[in-house]
């Protein structure tokens, strides 16, 4: 197939990406690609997150190489949606993002951080994304127009709204299945899925959204004072859920 839709999601970590990747694997005209950069993520910055050896083992870390080969690669059909994370653009050429339809897909550090610092203990403003999925913006905003922008917080509370206006602006038809899809594994999920996905694999659908409760870690409050306004920036251009009227 010579033409298709390169779909890439950058998200930062703790924020419903591997949800909406089942989302998207759901619709019969797609092929779902789960961080096909993390190896070069790893390769490149020796982060110390959890399986490294099984990851590097698994995965082409040149990351110029899985940009020509996967993201800018040939098509199976008429969508891939590659879930990327914003941060395993580092030490890449960011020229390929202007030959693709990017969507960045963010969430409130207050709610994003203490979840991240579950897994990874001591967590850095590199390890969000936040940065770099301001500068992602940056190229929408100059490449592509009305840049699609998902905030966590807003899918959840109303997925069958915030999925229709992000199917419309990317020209796709909304699907129904992208509501619902089978617990447990999938064949796509990355060699890490079983450090990162316990939760997902136990859902069927998008969970309903539940604020954070109990007080911010002290601690994360420096990281949280430079996440918060790279966070409203991208904030201001998301999909809002459907409010109810009159209620």
Not at 114 to 136: F, H, W, Y
Not at 186 to 196: F, N, T
Not at 198 to 212: C, D, L, N, Q, W
Request: charged share 25%; with cysteine.
């Amino acid at each position: 197939m010579s033409e298709c839709l390169k779909l890439s999601v950058w998200s930062g970590p703790r924020n419903v990406s591997t949800a909406l990747m089942y989302s998207f694997r759901q619709r019969p005209d797609t092929v779902v690609v789960d961080e096909p950069l993390y190896g070069h993520y790893l390769k490149v910055t020796g982060a110390d997150h959890p399986g490294v050896p099984e990851v590097l083992r698994a995965m082409d870390g040149d990351g110029e190489r899985v940009v020509r080969g996967v993201l800018l690669g040939p098509c199976e059909r008429p969508v891939h949606f590659f879930k990327n994370m914003a941060h395993h653009l580092v030490g890449l050429d960011r020229g390929f993002l202007a030959r693709i339809t990017n969507v960045l897909l963010i969430r409130d550090p207050e709610e994003m951080l203490p979840s991240l610092a579950q897994v990874l203990p001591a967590p850095t403003l590199r390890d969000t994304g936040l940065d770099r999925q301001v500068e992602i913006l940056e190229v929408m905003l100059r490449e592509e127009g009305e840049p699609v922008v998902l905030d966590a917080r807003e899918l959840l509370l109303d997925p069958p709204r915030v999925l229709r206006e992000a199917c419309g602006r990317l020209g796709l038809p909304f699907e129904e299945a992208m509501l619902r899809w089978p617990p447990g594994p999938k064949p796509e999920d990355g060699v890490w899925a079983r450090h990162w996905y316990r939760s997902v694999h136990a859902s069927t659908g998008f969970a309903p959204y539940r604020p954070k409760t109990g007080r911010f870690p002290e601690g994360l409050k420096p990281l949280l004072g430079e996440c918060a306004p790279l966070y409203e920036k991208l904030r201001g251009y998301a999909i809002t859920a459907g409010r109810p009227s009159g209620h």
